[in-house]
């Protein structure tokens, strides 16, 4: 069991967090991860945007005929249209330390203007928990049928008359920061993938760097990856080689930080990679999430973003860091 790091945001330390442990131990600690769940419900607050739940049909439904991508659409007040923001979890799906920064990225973006729709990909394909992490077939598989899921929820966003379908975002961590990377590549997109329209941008965090495929792409959406120097996990090394002939590829590499960085966890051992929570790269990070999408934006909604995150003290984002 990890342990929470106290210094993080005060709601989200609050809660129990990853549940890394090996896939052969899960019923050793079954009981104790039915108190563990009875705790997490009991302490967890919720976000402080109003969210709904939502569902729409997968184009990959992988291993079955039908199945429904689950997700949480997060609105900012007014009518709109706003622009939108994907978020995409790693490999161990929506595990309580993963939902709760999940859900702190959505009030962050949501505080700046922007829809978030947080998607389950493994939930609806009873792939939670860790499966996913400790097989590379079933990474390999998810990266796949995960590239379909994300654009499943531009189209689904696109669809929403709240929803500036101009201006659609998606941001990834480890096994969805590969499947960012494929959103992105037009390279390695399938014939499917290229039919769709491109992402306004896109953010990687501490994906595999062998998604793109070549040392030389053709980026169709701006890619930010975000990597740590201590990840022997997935090391972002191999992002830093990768140039793009396209659309425009940025690489920023954290000296002290490991694979999961910003989530509530203490840095540790788990199948034996290094994971953990880093204060400096979880909050540039988020800065220069925030920042790429604003720089993305088409022109005529950049203006009245830039302003209002101008007005977000904490944030100090300002027309300079503007394109």
Known sequence: MMKTVSEFQRREAATTPFKLFPMKLAQQFFLFTLLSTFVISCLFASPSFANEKVKFEATQPHNSEKIFLKGNLFKPEGEGPFPAVVLMH????????????????????????FAVLNLDSFGPRSNSGGKV???FKRLRDARQYRTYDAFDAMQYLQDQ???DANNIFLMGQ???????????????????IKTKPAFRAV??????????????????????VLGGAKDDWVPP??????????????????PEAAH??????????????????????AQDGKLK???????????????????????????????????
């Open 90 to 113: 790693g490999c161990g799906g929506l595990q309580p330390a993963v939902r709760n920064t999940m859900f702190s990225y959505a009030d962050y973006l949501v505080s700046n203007g």
């Open 133 to 135: 992490c400790a097989s």
């Open 161 to 163: 008359e709240f929803i």
């Open 174 to 192: 480890s096994n969805g920061g590969s499947v960012a990377i494929n959103v992105a590549n037009a390279n390695k997109s399938e014939a499917y």
């Open 203 to 224: 953010v990687a965090y501490y994906p595999w760097c062998g998604t793109f495929g070549s040392k030389s792409v053709a980026l169709k959406s701006p890619l930010l």
């Open 237 to 254: 090394h191999g992002c830093q080689k990768v140039t793009s002939d396209g659309a425009e590829l940025r690489v920023t590499v954290y």
């Open 260 to 281: 999961s960085f910003d989530l509530n966890v203490m840095m540790q051992r788990y199948l034996g990679k290094l994971v953990g929570y880093n204060k400096h790269a």
């Open 289 to 323: 999430m925030l920042a790429f999408f604003l720089e993305h934006l088409t022109a005529d909604v950049k203006q009245k973003l830039v302003k209002l995150a101008d007005s977000q003290k904490p944030l100090k984002i300002s027309q300079n860091s503007i394109q």
